[in-house]
């Protein structure tokens, strides 16, 4: 939580405030806001969880259950801020005209050069070494997975079916259950998708590999 919910509520609310979802384009239809994260060096590697729990209004900590350990899921009231802003932009009716937000912790200059050059098979002379964790599906498991690969190589590459890094892997579309006009998952089916089912927060991804954060180092062949 801390200041990157804080800056998230802030620039949110100065959209909705603006009620776009009431502009005659818009009327009728699904409105949706897309954020990235681009307040400090670095900060999209650590600051997409701050986004989730001001949406939902919760965090999952982890705590020991009869000698296992286990992610827990505790609810948030309020961010950690002087005016008591309350948390959980999607945990009422309030704000219905939103029906999403789509986000990204990997739109950077960096992600054009990876998918250009696992597409076209061409490093223009630079090596580009992609380091960070992906998320481990294994049930009970708590920790990602943490990976250092050149992004040329065959095991980079086979971390998705096309065979090269897709421009949707790392994006994000998390929905409002309250939404008047909910946000069709089709319009963006490779996005990893967050929504409300009984009572419960579930993430539905289309590709296998989740990458939760990373870096890439580039560097000259030369």
Known sequence: MGGAAVRFHKTLRSKIDRRYDKYSHVQGQPFAIALADFHAPGSMMWS?????????????EVQNLDGVQAAVSVAVQALLDNEGTPAGLFRSGENDGLSAIVFSNGCTIAKFGRVMQTMSGIDYGFTRTRVGMIFDRTPGVLEGIPFCLDVSS?????????RYEPWSAELEVFHNPFATYPFPRNVLPEAQHWFRRDGSIVCEAFYETSVLWSETHVTNKK
């Not at 065959?154 to 096309?162: A, N, T």
């Open 48 to 60: 997409r969880e701050a986004l989730i729990t001001y949406l939902y209004g919760e965090y999952a």
């Open 154 to 162: 065959r095991e980079y590459q086979e971390l998705w079916p096309q």
